[in-house]
């Protein structure tokens, strides 16, 4: 692996050209703050311990806390370490297929589904279902929310391909976080109709008359 100093100078270098003169500036002084604490830390290259010990160092300032974790989002990306947040979430996910990709994935598919589909698409056709029942800009990105959640969850299974027992499995642990109080009732609710929703996509249950229970 490169050096926190080579990946740096990468950063910095690409970025150049795509940013503002005050961003550019910005990111500079905080890659060199990142390379402080490395240096204060005796860490050379890029790793979760020296990005947790960036992030947290916030000084209870939001702005502060955001210009950290961004710094150590574009690093991440660049050094290809797999930065995860404080819920062990990746800083940097993989991007999902384009609607038109799902669309055309999906064209000529009997149902139920038989063969073996990703969870990248069948998270994207659930959204696009989800649109016809013309819920709010806001309902529908924490929809998106739930569902990015999702994937993160079979990714950490080693499952890219839809996999009912993984949802079910992932339903049952949601549940169980709900009961010990350690997941707020609203994220519950949002992540397990998101659950719902992928079971209804995969089985071709009708959304517009089954929607009702779903987006209550």
């Not at 690093?75 to 996910?93: E, I, M, P, Q």
């Not at 649109?131 to 929310?145: A, C, M, P, V």
């Amino acid at each position: 692996m490169a050096n926190l100093e080579e990946i740096i100078s990468v950063v910095l270098a690409q970025r150049k050209s795509q940013l503002a003169p005050s961003s550019f500036e910005s990111l500079n002084f905080y890659c060199k703050q990142l390379s402080q604490m490395a240096s204060e830390m005796n860490i050379t290259v890029p790793c979760q311990e020296l990005y947790d010990a960036f992030i947290d160092d916030d000084r209870n300032s939001k702005e502060r806390s955001s210009r950290h974790r961004q710094c150590v989002k574009i690093v991440d990306y660049y050094a290809g370490t797999h930065a995860k947040d404080k819920y062990g979430k990746l800083l940097n996910r993989n991007s999902l297929p384009r609607e038109d990709e799902t669309q055309d994935f999906f064209k000529d598919m009997s149902y139920p589904i038989s063969i073996k589909i990703t969870i990248d698409h069948l998270i994207i056709k659930s959204e696009l279902e989800m649109r016809i029942l013309n819920l709010s800009s806001s309902t529908i990105g924490q929809y998106k929310h739930s569902w990015l959640d999702i994937r993160d969850y079979f990714n950490e299974q080693n499952a890219g391909i839809y996999d009912k027992e993984v949802l079910q499995q992932y339903i049952f642990e949601i549940n169980s976080l709900r009961n010990k109080c350690f997941m707020n009732e609203w994220k519950w609710k949002f992540n397990r109709k998101a659950a719902h929703v992928c079971f209804a996509r995969h089985s071709y249950t009708i959304l517009q008359r089954k929607s009702t229970h779903l987006c209550a």
